[in-house]
């Protein structure tokens, strides 16, 4: 008996602990030599990692992103066997020669000194450790590796088409997460990302031309110039500059370099330092330079509307190709209109709260990076060029109707690499997860989501949440129940679609006959405006909710009894006669995603004079 009872407790003991939210450690110093002609660098890297978890691990594994550029790659067979190639890679893989392509490769792999077998698998690198690390203990990692970067350009390349030479993402080799789930260890598919939060010491060793942007915090900016120090005098050894960055807390290190970037700065909130790189382009100075106090609004609103931009440093790189974000940086395209660049610009900065800060697993919910981010930004740019639309999220909206009716679209909760159209994806991605968040104000009140986004934010930057932690937050939030939506909206293609069917007298009342249509379940504003011009607002929630959200309108609503989900009908009676009416709409914000509003609305026969 007192074995048994033993091993229960101990059996309850692990239990307990793996519930509790825990999250790996990395400690990255590396130091690069770069050949800036060839495109070609070398390094050493020294890792120490952390065993945050509950488990003992024998093995770990490291992205090694630079060798999707290559011809037979998994990346170059999903782009050509696709229905709908990527069209972010615009170059045909298997097309690039040996001095085109992209690699990464590791020699001298130890742990603690003793030297690894490591089997490389394409993108990803699997190392069994000499050591088993233990819950809660640090083993050093040490490595040489040498890389050339790709040619093609998205997200990471050289020589772009506005003429930036180098665009290093993805660039070292990265430890990959270790979480709850276990090794996300995937291939590189040319879609998302999860890292590790950790420490960055990062030293390049490149040309004395060129101008250096990067993560983190360059380190005495005087030995460099480059418009880092005013009058600096920078100390070159064999023809190259030192540049030592420090990046702390973050889950990545980027870098872009060119020999004509200007490098401008300006004053961004809560003494943040605003950076901009970019080419020496009379075409497009004016616009860099217009950019940079409406960066520094951008981050003004993201602060109050998510939470505060921890860092002291931002930058805003022209390189790459369209925009993608990193931390503490974003590399752009430069050559654009003002109202485009801003546009990128906004979205690429949002990221660093929806993906730098709150750093969900991008493989798996991509939708909570790129549609909270699509969400947040759309309304930012809507605000701070004073475009004043009556709803800016349409974009999003159209976007998503479009998926619900093309035939292809696959839940949310797919893998990103398992898309079978690109099109699924980057519309569930984008435009379905912003509507979450448009929609989701409309079932609890704006008021209560942007109380959520501001309490999420607070609890779980740096760190790691799901989307079930999100709809933690937001019930506490606003006291409804919300597993049916982020169900039904992330984990099925169910659709919204409500209609009204029909009206009939009722002596003094008025029946309205309602019907759902599609598979979803949601609460119903029903607007009604009478023929003397009187407005009435009727509410009708559902039982799944477990309430009712506040009253957002201007004018009292009567709430109704709920509509049950398993009944397709529902009858709505009004204390009004028939011919009173004038006009009926379910829902008049336009927020709830009803995927046919033709039937949203009745509208009584004109009268003959």
């Not at 602990?17 to 110093?29: I, N, P, R």
């Not at 060798?67 to 066997?81: E, H, W, Y």
């Not at 809660?136 to 093609?152: D, R, W, Y």
């Not at 023929?531 to 109704?560: F, M």
Request: aromatic share 14%; hydrophobic share 35%.
């Amino acid at each position: 008996m007192r074995l048994l009872l033993t091993t229960f407790f101990v059996l309850c003991g692990s239990l307990s602990m793996a519930q509790e939210y825990w999250q790996q450690a990395v400690d990255y110093t590396m130091d690069v030599d770069v050949d800036a002609q060839n495109f070609q660098y070398q390094g050493t890297q020294k890792l120490v990692y952390t065993n945050n978890s509950p488990e003992t691990l024998d093995k770990v594994f490291y992205h090694l992103y630079y060798n999707a550029f290559q011809p037979g790659s998994d990346m170059a067979v999903r782009i050509q066997n696709s229905p709908d190639p990527n069209t972010r890679f615009r170059i045909n893989i298997d097309s690039l020669q040996p001095n085109e392509i992209g690699y990464l490769r590791i020699k001298n792999l130890q742990q603690d000194g003793v030297p690894l077998q490591p089997e490389e698998s394409g993108t990803i690198l699997e190392v069994p450790l000499a050591q088993p690390l233990a819950p809660g203990s640090q083993t050093v990692l040490t490595l040489e590796f040498e890389g050339q970067v790709p040619k093609l350009i998205r997200r990471a390349g050289r020589e772009s088409a506005e003429g930036v030479a180098l665009s290093m993402a993805q660039w070292y080799p990265k430890m990959a997460e270790y979480d709850f789930e276990g090794w996300n260890a995937e291939p590189y598919l040319g879609r998302e990302f999860h890292g590790v939060w950790g420490n960055f010491d990062v030293t390049l060793n490149i040309d004395k031309d060129y101008t250096v942007a990067a993560s983190g915090y360059l380190q005495e900016p005087e030995k460099v110039g480059h418009g880092y120090a005013e009058n600096a005098k920078p100390k070159v050894r064999k023809g190259k500059i030192r540049w030592r960055f420090i990046a702390p807390q973050v889950h990545d290190f980027t870098w872009a370099a060119d020999p004509e970037y200007i490098h401008d700065t300006h004053p961004g909130p809560n003494g943040v330092n605003l950076h901009f790189f970019y080419k020496n382009d009379p075409k497009i100075i004016d616009n860099w330079k217009k950019l940079q106090p409406k960066t520094a609004e951008l981050m003004q609103f993201f602060n109050e509307n998510i939470g505060p931009y921890p860092y002291k440093q931002y930058s805003v790189v022209q390189g790459g190709d369209g925009g993608m974000e990193y931390a503490m940086l974003t590399l752009i395209t430069g050559t654009r209109k003002f109202g485009s660049l801003f546009g990128v610009t906004a979205h690429e900065l949002a990221h660093s709260w929806f993906q730098h800060l709150l750093a969900t697993n991008e493989m798996k919910h991509e939708w909570m990076d790129e549609g909270f981010t699509s969400y947040i930004s759309t309304i930012a740019e809507d605000i701070i060029l004073e475009e004043n639309k009556r709803f800016p999220l349409e974009g999003s909206y159209r976007g998503y109707f479009y998926l619900a009716n093309s035939g292809v679209e696959e839940p949310m909760s797919t893998n990103a690499n398992r898309y079978a159209y690109n099109l699924a994806y980057e519309r569930a991605a984008y435009s379905k997860g912003a509507v979450f968040l448009g929609q989701l104000g409309y079932v609890i009140g704006q008021k209560k989501l942007a109380e959520t986004l501001k309490a999420y934010y607070q609890q779980y930057k740096f760190k790691h949440p799901s989307p079930n932690d999100f709809r933690r937050v937001a019930e506490r939030i606003s006291g409804l129940q919300l597993r049916w939506y982020l169900t039904d909206w992330t984990q099925t293609t169910n659709t919204v679609d409500y209609g009204i069917e029909e009206l009939k007298a009722a002596g003094d009342q008025t029946v309205v006959s309602l019907k759902r249509y599609g598979a979803m379940p949601m609460p119903l504003d029903i607007w009604v405006v009478l023929k003397d011009g009187s407005q009435q607002i009727h509410h009708i929630s559902i039982p799944l909710l477990r309430g009712t959200k506040e009253n957002p309108y201007a004018i009292d609503w009567t709430v109704h009894k709920d509509w049950s989900w398993a009944n397709p009908n529902y009858s709505l009676s009004l204390d009004i006669p028939k011919d009173t009416i004038d006009t009926i709409v379910i829902d008049p914000s336009f927020y709830m995603a009803d995927i046919n509003r033709d039937n949203n609305t009745y509208m009584a026969e004109p009268t003959g004079e």
